[in-house]
């Protein structure tokens, strides 16, 4: 069974920082891209950053370009989302998503993480 296991996330305010966690099991770690993508109040997920598995290039959303890190580690089938400098605007609930293959280049998210929460404060 796949499970994405989200952490991390809380209260912060505005300039501030966040290190997101997302444990992943149930499947083979180093063969799929994972992605995160956020939910704020009122409005459609949208996509923030994707790390592939194959060469571990990155993409971001324009809105956290230079903000926000992604990364991944094997050893813990891990990947993290840095959120530095943030805006209130960044305020959401975050998602881990696993990616239907090895890239980030027109994927299809798969499986959702439950989410964690990040608010941030003016």
């Known amino acids: 069974e796949v499970q994405l296991v989200e952490s991390g996330g809380g209260l912060v305010q505005a300039g501030g920082s966040l290190r997101l966690s997302c444990v992943a099991s149930g499947f083979s770690f180093n063969d799929y891209a994972i992605a995160w993508w956020r939910q704020a109040p009122g409005r459609e997920r949208e996509d923030v950053s994707c790390?592939?598995?194959?060469?571990?290039?990155?993409q971001y959303a324009d809105s956290v370009k230079g903000r926000f890190t992604i990364s991944r580690t094997s050893a813990k089938n891990t990947v993290y989302l840095q959120l530095n400098n943030l805006k209130p605007e960044d305020t959401g609930v975050y998602y881990c998503?696993?990616?239907?293959?090895?890239?980030?280049?027109?994927?299809?998210?798969?499986?959702w993480g439950k989410g964690s929460l990040v608010t941030v404060s003016s």
């Open positions: 998503v696993l990616v239907s293959g090895p890239g980030c280049g027109n994927y299809y998210p798969d499986y």
């Open positions: 790390i592939s598995s194959d060469d571990g290039s990155t």
